[in-house]
Nanobody
């Protein structure tokens, strides 16, 4: 069992930055690939970024490529999503998720989910 807790969400103006953190407890964090997903009101949950268990492989949605960076610190059981040049369309609840396997873009591949943190970008 893995418990995930996100933090760092908030309200920011367009063009600004936020840093989301996800801290894990439970089974060995370094065994899991990690992902970030988001869900805007009235929309389906969508993939944002993912990172392999060692951190050597990362994936990004086209909509965030070049603006967001995913990283992890296995010693601290933490995965971070650095979000720069934020846009109003980035407004959503952001979720981190753990996958006991390879990094994946697919929601169905993730075994554990956090409760989410709200990100609101004003224009």
């Amino acid at each position: 069992q893995v418990q995930l807790v996100e933090s760092g969400g908030g309200l920011v103006q367009a063009g600004g930055s936020l840093r989301l953190s996800c801290t894990a407890s439970g089974r060995a964090f370094s065994s899991y690939a990690m992902g970030w997903f988001r869900q805007a009101p009235g929309k389906e949950r969508e993939f944002v970024a993912a990172i392999s268990w060692r951190g050597g492989t990362t994936y990004y949605a086209d909509s965030v490529k070049g603006r967001f960076t995913i990283s992890r610190d296995n010693a601290k059981n933490t995965v971070v999503l650095q979000m720069n040049s934020l846009k109003p369309e980035d407004t959503a609840v952001y979720y981190c998720a753990a996958n006991f396997g390879a990094a994946s873009l697919q929601i169905r591949d993730y075994d554990y989910w956090g409760q989410g943190t709200q990100v609101t970008v004003s224009s």
